[in-house]
């Protein structure tokens, strides 16, 4: 009950604060000096936001460094220590393993299925509704996703009745069950593909976005010159689609890296199905602050990279502002 | 979804006078493509379906047998997934925490991204850019690196635990992305309309609550349905400020029942089902502010 009172405080509070705020601070800058009121201004209006940033991801990414200098409980500099156990210990060089294979696969199949079916859905009538049927896996949880694939991948031992989708299927063709998230040589390529099941529709509603700018008029003359079907797709489409293809495909890689619930939730990391975020949480959960900062810090250094292709992409927009 | 174009390309080749015989060769020709597309919505639809039937039947018979016996008399259909579920101890209440996490995180990060992207969008200060660069190569750092951090602060203020650091924890980690994106937006709003609301004498604050906020509420309206089912469905940060609170969301319960169930699992997809059902209610209902904001996110990690 309480917590609903709270609730409902913070939610009508919280504007009218930043109302007061504003209405407030402003009514105290405007009796400054002209040149005074042009310098504290800004900072009074970006200062929340900026606050926030500070206190959330600026000042833990610069502490989350040095705290991965220190062993668990923080009192005692051990170097390098945290990482020489990060990139020796089999099960952490498992999880790196895994954010590589889901680095790779997850990006690639994401982007090309989500690039295949927008070019196919682009010349049915029905595009609309199917395009409704693949979006629908984006808004629902990865931990509701995970259960729905518990049922896909669901085993039983053999000569019982399967109740898994995907088993059932298997022995409709006389084939033996798979035990999908538990056998070495399926499992990760298993959780891999409900992250691409989940992610698939995002990919294609943004391709297919730019697809729909492509004009006519281009597609009309490369059929004037004979060009068939597949040929438009491999040497106009695909080229003219080049730019949004690699923005999709950085955020799909960064979400890679980022995977955490599908693990967590379907496997908990059991049977070398561990990443470097769920890793990184074992660590954390277990009160090993300076091994979970230090694989922290390789998630990091991982998204650096992408981070720098995404300033460079914000300082081109920029330029053509 | 929002496809203007009824006519497709495909259809150019059909002339207007062809013969019925072509149309059927036609029609032939692209049955593979159809056939394609079938199988894609198939995997894409059938595994959410099948849950959902799942969810309606008991225990014992998702133990037993696959959710299509049940396309077939005698159904069996019952709520006692549900019943079982929501008696679970824990998990009616994480329903109520989910919407008591969700709602405030919402606002309070919106509210503030707001203000703050007015002053990016129309203010010159010395440090603006660097501070701007600052902001988008936040959006793409993994939160896992500040998760340490951000605890033991939790931890000296006591209120690791409590709803009030799932709040701050969500609006810090949701700004730099809504900074960005309603910067832009409100960046490319016409110039004119604030010059002269200036020379008619209004200060800042009336610039930004009558004139700037009022023109971004379609950009925060797609944002808002974003940030909402991002925190919805969010399990990290819950779980770690959280996971063994009393206050734990619904996202982390069913998440930490599977994984302690163990064989007994199944009765879950009525959670899953719930937890799911007002995300696509939502995206069902506001099909186009929802892909809006979606896409409008598409440079988002």
């Given at each position: 009950m309480e917590q609903i009172i709270t609730a409902v405080v913070a939610v009508v509070a919280v504007p009218l604060i930043l109302l007061g705020y504003i209405t407030l601070g402003e009514r105290i800058i405007e009796r400054l000096p002209e040149t005074l009121q042009s310098w504290i201004r800004p900072y009074f209006w970006a200062l929340p936001a900026v606050?926030?940033?500070?206190?959330?991801?600026?000042?833990?990414?610069?502490?989350?460094?040095?705290?991965?200098?220190?062993?668990?409980?923080?009192?005692?500099?051990?170097?390098?220590?945290?990482?020489?156990?990060?990139?020796?210990?089999?099960?952490?060089?498992?999880?790196?393993?895994?954010?590589?294979?889901?680095?790779?696969?997850?990006?690639?199949?994401?982007?090309?299925?989500?690039?295949?079916?927008?070019?196919l859905?682009?010349?049915?009538?029905?595009?609309?509704?199917?395009?409704?049927?693949?979006?629908?896996?984006?808004?629902i949880s990865a931990v509701a996703a995970s259960i729905i694939w518990k049922f896909m991948f669901d085993y039983q031992v053999p000569g019982t009745t399967q109740t898994g989708t995907l088993n059932a299927i298997l022995g409709s063709f006389g084939r033996d069950p798979v035990a999908w998230l538990i056998n070495l040589s399926t499992n990760n390529a298993a959780l891999i593909f409900v992250g691409i099941w989940s992610a698939t529709g995002f990919c294609m509603v943004i391709i297919s976005a730019s697809l729909k700018a492509i004009s006519t008029e281009v597609l009309e003359a490369a059929r004037m010159d004979g060009a068939n079907e597949f040929q438009i797709i491999q040497l106009v489409v695909t080229p003219l689609l080049w730019p949004t293809i690699t923005v999709v495909g950085t955020t799909m890689l960064i979400n890679a890296l980022k995977t955490f619930d599908i693990v967590y939730v379907m496997t908990n990391g059991a049977y070398n199905t561990d990443v470097i975020a769920t890793q990184m949480f074992r660590q954390l959960a277990s009160a090993h602050y300076g091994r979970a900062a230090a694989v922290g810090v390789v998630l990091f250094i991982a998204v650096v990279p992408l981070l720098i292709v995404n300033i460079r992409r914000f300082q081109q927009q920029e330029e053509q502002r | 979804?929002?496809?203007?174009?009824?006519?497709?390309?495909?259809?150019?080749?059909?002339?207007?006078?062809?013969?019925?015989?072509?149309?059927?060769?036609?029609?032939?020709?692209?049955?593979?493509?159809?056939?394609v597309i079938a199988i894609f919505v198939a995997i894409w639809i059938i595994p959410t379906v099948g849950m959902i039937i799942n969810s309606f039947r008991g225990v014992a018979d998702m133990g037993q047998s696959g959710w299509w016996t049940t396309l077939f008399p005698p159904h069996g259909f019952?709520?006692?997934?549900?019943?079982?579920?929501?008696?679970?101890?824990?998990?009616?209440?994480s329903i109520l925490y989910s919407v008591l996490i969700t709602i405030p995180a919402t606002v309070i990060q919106l509210a503030i991204a707001t203000m703050g992207a007015y002053a990016f969008a129309w203010m010159k200060f010395p440090g603006k850019n660097l501070f701007f660069i600052v902001i988008v190569g936040l959006m793409v750092v993994p939160i896992q690196m500040t998760l340490i951090p951000v605890l033991q602060i939790f931890k000296l203020i006591h209120l690791n635990g409590t709803i009030y650091a799932v709040w701050l924890a969500h609006s810090g980690y949701g700004l730099p992305f809504e900074v960005f994106l309603l910067r832009n937006y409100l960046g490319g709003l016409p110039r004119e309309i604030f010059e002269s609301a200036e020379v008619d004498g209004a200060g800042h604050s009336v610039r930004f609550l009558r004139i700037a906020v009022p023109m971004t509420?379609?950009?925060?309206?797609?944002?808002?349905?974003?940030?909402?089912?991002?925190?919805?469905?969010?399990?990290?940060?819950s779980l770690t400020f959280l996971g063994v609170s009393v206050y734990r969301p619904f996202t982390v319960v069913i998440a930490q029942l599977t994984t302690s169930l163990g064989g007994g699992w199944q009765f879950l997809t009525a959670a899953a089902v719930l937890q799911m059902a007002l995300p696509l209610i939502v995206f069902i209902a506001l099909q186009r502010y929802f892909v809006r904001g979606v896409t409008a996110g598409s440079v988002k990690g």
């Open positions: 606050g926030f940033a500070t206190v959330f991801m600026v000042y833990p990414l610069i502490r989350t460094v040095f705290i991965s200098f220190y062993n668990s409980t923080g009192d005692k500099f051990v170097g390098l220590d945290n990482y020489q156990y990060f990139f020796t210990f089999p099960d952490t060089l498992t999880s790196l393993r895994n954010s590589l294979l889901w680095l790779v696969f997850f990006t690639f199949f994401s982007v090309f299925f989500g690039l295949v079916i927008a070019i859905l682009d010349r049915v009538r029905y595009e609309s509704l199917a395009k409704i049927a693949i979006f629908l896996p984006v808004p | 979804m929002s496809s203007e174009r009824v006519t497709t390309r495909g259809q150019t080749a059909v002339g207007a006078g062809v013969s019925a015989l072509d149309n059927l060769g036609y029609r032939l020709q692209r049955l593979p493509l159809h056939l019952t709520f006692a997934s549900y019943q079982q579920v929501l008696n679970l101890e824990g998990v009616a209440p509420l379609p950009a925060i309206a797609s944002l808002t349905i974003f940030v909402f089912l991002g925190v919805w469905n969010d399990l990290l940060v």
